[in-house]
């Protein structure tokens, strides 16, 4: 099957830094991705939507500056949590759809900012 | 109204039991529909993808579309332990559209 390769799986770090984290489809090429986020219990919110070769499309609410996307590859996407807060700490997911397939989901990343 | 309900529940049920898990949805352009599997601090996993109304069969599972009622399905059946985890419908328009969630619904299977 289609596979979603992310990394971390989970990272600390403090307050005021910087986390990238990676999304690679291993064996298909995805021109769109997705990111999303997940607090405990609670279903997938929808951050952005990783275009390749051009901008993120942003949720309502969702802060461009502190959620950097890019999309350098048809087959990676990165997520870049800058000056991280602890209310940014949470589950990030990223996903990618593969035509006549269905999507296709990474692993995940519990980021935990101290 | 919400583009996609699904009833959150928590279900519980002795193993071996046959499970059933629905969601409804409201936007009739909607033309793929995905059940997936979602452990606890884990992605979601992908268990079956149709597109068209029937039913779809794979193992222990069975994905049943009703596009006429807007109206979907999951069986599981001969449930097992393995199987608690939280289940999420989800349904797809066409292009690059990202997919619409139900809340997902928290399943318990008790040995």
């Known amino acids: 099957g289609a596979v979603v390769s992310q990394h971390p799986s989970w990272v600390i770090c403090k307050s005021g830094t910087s986390v990238k984290i990676e999304c690679r489809s291993l064996?298909?090429?995805?021109?769109?991705m997705f990111w999303y986020r997940q607090f405990p219990k609670q279903s997938l919110m929808l951050m952005a939507t990783s275009n390749e070769g051009s901008k993120a499309t942003y949720e309502q609410g969702v802060e461009k500056d502190k959620f950097l996307i890019n999309h350098a590859s048809l087959t990676l996407s990165t997520l870049t949590v800058t000056s991280a807060h602890p209310e940014d700490s949470s589950f990030y997911i990223c996903?990618?759809?593969?035509?006549?397939?269905?999507?296709?989901f990474g692993q995940g990343t519990r980021l935990t900012v101290v | 109204q919400k583009e996609v309900e699904q009833d959150p529940g928590p279900l519980s049920v002795p193993e071996g039991a046959i499970v059933s898990l629905n969601c409804t949805y409201s936007?009739?352009?909607?033309?793929?529909f995905m059940w997936y599997r979602q452990y606890s601090r884990k992605g979601p996993e992908l268990l079956m993808y149709?597109?068209?109304?029937g039913n779809k069969e794979d193992g222990r599972f069975t994905a049943q579309v009703d596009k006429s009622s807007k109206y979907i399905s999951l069986f599981i059946r001969d449930s097992q332990p393995s199987d608690s985890a939280t289940y999420l419908c989800a349904i797809l328009n066409s292009g690059n559209t990202p997919l619409v969630f139900g809340k997902g619904t928290r399943l318990s299977v008790i040995a």
């Open positions: 149709t597109y068209s109304s």
């Open positions: 996903s990618a759809r593969l035509r006549g397939r269905g999507a296709f």
């Open positions: 064996d298909f090429q995805a021109t769109t």
């Open positions: 936007n009739s352009a909607f033309q793929y």
